[in-house]
């Protein structure tokens, strides 16, 4: 049985229950992380943390936890859920007020959730541990805030649908300047001519933990050329590879793009390498 973590306390998931005037339940009034688990041991913890801090302050609250006491929170439910391969979710909420009012209420205590899920390890590098995924292009309809890892996520979630229902799995999105931002769950990389492209950090994408600590494994083991700057369509529909990045995934190639082959449609030479640098370093930031 799922061991949660609700204010203050450990308990089953199903019995873990909020008010119906939680924040995040009416607005979506709240911030999260997702933070990947193996063999018991959280990933890049430091990062995440920096990341929840980033957001609180993007939406103006005030963490109730010291990052140590989060820490300890959350690797205290990972050894009820007994360790091993877990995604950690942690989601922090204004909290409950007694009126629904758009404004912030004054003295109301933030809402702090944190459960575990099983995960598979991603793959090693190797074509035949790869999970695949295709994907379709689309104009990035989300707001202008995209920095902030909040729980608002509906613009994300129609988004996710369309690639559903054109048959894919994910969704590369870009701007009106049909630059690309990222995708509706994860970071994107894209190779061109053998160098690494990525979009710089700004508004419009989230400032993944997976996408930091691949550029700077791409920095430390590799002498490949890596570009930070606007990626735009016709060279995301030209790439020989892209890549999608987040923390359950680490790196998933993207082999097919809305209906044609990535590159020979087949898990690209230069995915592998990274992905093994996952494997080998995944630790490396904690
Ligand atoms: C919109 C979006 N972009 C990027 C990411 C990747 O972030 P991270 O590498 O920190 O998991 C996620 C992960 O959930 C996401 O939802």
């Given at each position: 049985m799922t061991q949660a973590y609700l204010n203050g306390a450990f308990t089953a998931l199903e019995d873990a229950h909020i008010s119906p005037m939680d924040r995040g339940f009416l607005f979506g009034d709240g911030v999260y992380e997702v933070i990947p688990c193996y063999d018991g041991q959280l990933v890049a913890m430091p990062y995440h943390l920096e990341r929840l801090a980033q957001s609180l302050s993007g939406i103006a609250l005030t963490s109730p936890h010291s990052d140590d006491a989060l820490t300890s929170i959350l690797t205290e439910l990972v050894n009820r859920n007994g360790g091993g391969d877990l995604g950690v979710y942690l989601q922090i909420t204004r909290g409950a007020a007694p009126k629904r009012q758009h404004a912030f209420p004054e003295h109301i205590e933030p809402t702090v959730f944190a459960y575990t899920f099983a995960i598979t390890p991603p793959s090693d590098g190797s074509p035949e541990t790869a999970k695949c995924f295709s994907a379709v292009t689309r104009t990035?309809?989300?707001?202008?805030?995209?920095h902030i890892k909040s729980t608002a996520l509906l613009g994300n979630v129609l988004h996710m649908m369309e690639a559903i229902d054109a048959g894919a799995e994910e969704v590369l999105l870009f701007n009106s300047d049909d630059e690309l931002t990222e995708a509706a769950a994860c970071n994107v990389f894209v190779v061109c001519n053998g160098t690494v492209l990525t979009p710089a950090l700004d508004h419009q994408i989230l400032p993944g933990v997976t996408r930091r600590q691949c550029l700077e494994l791409l920095e430390a083991h590799t002498d490949w050329p890596v570009e930070i700057r606007p990626v735009l369509r016709q060279e995301v529909a030209q790439a020989e590879e892209i890549w999608l990045s987040s923390s359950t995934k680490e790196l998933a190639p993207i082999v097919k793009l809305d209906g044609k082959a990535v590159g020979d449609g087949k898990p690209g030479r230069m995915w592998a390498v990274a992905q093994k640098l996952f494997n080998e370093y995944r630790f490396s930031a904690n």
């Open positions: 990035d309809q989300r707001w202008d805030r995209c």
